[in-house]
């Protein structure tokens, strides 16, 4: 779509574009070109000397036992924050959908944590289950189980992946209920008029017209899972203990900013884009099948 | 609801209330441990009741803050709204510009820009850490709002919501405008600035939120405490090695971090929803 009717200067367009362009040329394509540049260089400590290497930054990334196993953790983290807070978003939606009366309050009472800092979220459930004074843990404790996160790194992926999942309910329940309702009434009354149950309506109605919806939700959840976690490993686990919680993003901090590995910290940004060109495009997808549909 | 069955209906409610309560449990407890003094948070197992500590608390948390941090938290909380109006404000400002170039323009590359724009979605700062930290350094702009604020506030996402709103505005207004003698600026301000109110409010709610939650940035680039969001001052308020962390400020401070956000949304739901919906299209 383009507008037929258009003013007619020169100069003045570009001085518009240019407090965006200026930011972005700045801020986003200098820095990305030199994690691009650096990642194919060697260059020392101190900085004063660099070789080209070709791909040896990656090979050598990809050799690495440890960044194998943060490309893992990372995969299992992102999987087990989307299915989690999806499936009990879906789950709240559904009956929230089904309330008459009080459904704005229930609406209010779940999407506040959208608001919630990733990072505070992680402080909230970090309390709960501090080893020596969180009362989740004394409660855990009454029954006979003992938790420590700082030594188990199953518990600690739990524990990250709980803070994170609780933050997310908010923004799929919201989807999920704008969908559901979406959803012409006709469609569920003419089965409910062939005789069709609430769970039968539900699988065979109600979830495949949600489709789209929630193909959308699990590429965003797993970009926020990705990205956006970086404040809760950061805040509760630090990527430990020995790994067990070490996401990419919170690896390519720890390499770069504490480690001060140049080559392999650019090696690894290079290959967190292509992962978000990726996302990226399985966004757009969602988009094209929306039009379709 | 299709169907009117009692004990359903009784299910239904049973069930999002559970669910109300699950995601307020932590909050609930983080309010409970701001209101008492942290002997008692130290007894297991710690109270479950709020206490009376509450004003005492907070009035410490804002006047002097945790003993670990030399920044009240009062001050963390104005760095906090600096940066988070600063960041709407300026996304949204720079985005409305560079829409009506692309939209009411034609000039060579414009959708050479266009696209460049585009880019910046596949640019997030998790991707390009140090870098970035590099150009600001060599800027001379750690430690500070701009430091804080410029490198976060370009926007391909608000671009092309303002590029949608700007192509629904019919041409007629644009030639009624020409004809009447208004410029391109004057067009602007006086007409797509008011047509686009509701949304750019919603955008506001939306970036407002985003900024204020940053936390891999701020942690970057602040190391002077007069510079600290809240949100970095609770992790350094947690992170005191040896010592003991005070646990009773703590969770004052983590409270009154989430307050502003959350109030936002509860408050202004609509425009919530409606920049939620907007910015993910």
């Given amino acids: 779509m383009e507008k037929r009717v258009v003013f007619r200067q020169t100069f003045l367009p570009y001085l518009l574009l240019a407090p965006q362009?200026?930011?972005?040329?700045?801020?986003?394509?200098?820095?990305?070109?030199?994690?691009?540049?650096?990642?194919?260089l060697r260059e020392d400590a101190f900085g004063l000397s660099s070789e080209f290497i070709w791909f040896e930054n990656f090979s050598a990334l990809f050799a690495e036992a440890e960044y194998l196993h943060s490309l893992e953790v990372t995969a299992l983290f992102s999987l087990a924050v989307a299915t989690t807070a999806m499936t009990i978003a879906l789950y709240l939606a559904v009956q929230a959908d089904r309330v008459i009366h009080g459904a704005m309050v229930y609406k209010t009472l779940l999407i506040w944590p959208y608001a919630v800092a990733p990072a505070v979220a992680g402080v909230l459930w970090m309390f709960l289950f501090n080893p020596s004074m969180g009362i989740v843990v004394f409660a855990l404790r009454?029954?006979?189980?003992?938790?420590?996160?700082?030594?188990?790194?199953?518990?600690?992926?739990?524990?990250?992946?709980?803070?994170?999942?609780?933050?997310?309910?908010?923004?799929?329940?919201?989807?999920?209920?704008?969908?559901m309702q979406a959803i012409p009434k006709s469609l569920i009354e003419a089965a409910a008029i062939d005789g069709a149950r609430p769970a039968r309506r539900f699988w065979t109605i109600v979830f495949p017209l949600l489709a789209p919806t929630t193909f959308f939700l699990l590429v965003m959840n797993v970009v926020y899972a990705f990205f956006d976690t970086f404040g809760i490993i950061h805040q509760v686990t630090e990527g430990g203990p020995a790994g067990a919680t070490n996401i990419l993003v919170y690896k390519v901090f720890h390499d770069g900013f504490l480690g001060l590995d140049l080559g392999g910290s650019a090696a690894q940004s290079v290959v967190l884009m292509a992962i978000v060109i990726l996302l990226t495009v399985f966004q757009f997808q969602y988009i094209e099948r929306k039009v379709h549909y | 609801m299709v169907e009117n069955r009692r004990w359903l209906?009784?299910?239904?409610?049973?069930?999002?209330?559970?669910?109300?309560?699950?995601?307020?449990?932590?909050?609930?407890?983080?309010?409970?441990?701001?209101?008492?003094?942290?002997?008692?948070?130290?007894?297991?197992?710690?109270?479950?009741?709020?206490?009376?500590?509450?004003?005492?608390?907070?009035?410490?948390?804002?006047?002097?803050?945790?003993?670990?941090?030399?920044?009240?938290?009062?001050?963390?909380?104005?760095?906090?709204?600096?940066?988070?109006?600063?960041?709407?404000?300026?996304?949204?400002?720079?985005?409305?510009?560079?829409?009506?170039?692309i939209v009411y323009f034609r000039f060579p590359f414009r959708m050479a820009f266009f696209w460049m724009i585009f880019i910046t979605l596949m640019l997030p700062v998790e991707v390009r850490i140090l870098p970035t930290y590099k150009v600001v350094a060599d800027l001379n702009m750690l430690n500070s709002y701009p430091g804080l604020i410029i490198p976060l506030i370009a926007s391909a996402t608000a671009t092309f919501l303002f590029r949608q709103v700007f192509l629904a505005v019919p041409d007629e207004l644009t030639e009624a405008a020409r004809i009447d003698g208004a410029g391109p600026i004057r067009f602007f301000k006086d007409i797509l600035l008011p047509l686009s109110r509701t949304n750019i409010a919603a955008l506001f709610v939306i970036m407002f939120i985003y900024g204020w939650v940053q936390y891999l940035w701020p942690l970057l680039i602040t190391t002077d405490e007069k510079f600290y969001t809240m949100l970095i001052g609770i992790n350094r308020m947690i992170a005191v090695g040896e010592g003991q962390a005070e646990w009773q400020i703590i969770m004052a401070t983590t409270m009154l971090a989430m307050l502003p956000p959350v109030l936002i949304v509860v408050f202004m739901q609509r425009l919530f929803v409606k920049g939620l919906v907007e910015t993910e299209k």
């Fill in chain 1, 21 to 40: 362009v200026l930011v972005t040329l700045v801020f986003f394509f200098w820095p990305a070109s030199q994690a691009l540049y650096q990642s194919v």
């Fill in chain 1, 142 to 179: 009454a029954v006979g189980y003992d938790w420590n996160h700082a030594l188990n790194g199953h518990q600690a992926m739990a524990l990250v992946t709980v803070s994170a999942a609780w933050k997310q309910i908010s923004y799929n329940f919201l989807f999920f209920l704008a969908g």
């Fill in chain 2, 9 to 101: 209906n009784w299910l239904t409610h049973f069930v999002l209330i559970i669910g109300v309560l699950i995601v307020a449990f932590p909050i609930y407890i983080a309010f409970v441990a701001s209101t008492h003094e942290l002997d008692a948070l130290l007894q297991s197992p710690m109270p479950i009741w709020p206490g009376d500590s509450l004003i005492k608390n907070y009035a410490q948390a804002l006047g002097t803050g945790a003993r670990a941090v030399g920044a009240p938290v009062w001050l963390m909380m104005f760095n906090s709204l600096v940066m988070a109006v600063g960041i709407s404000v300026g996304k949204i400002a720079i985005s409305m510009l560079a829409a009506f170039a």
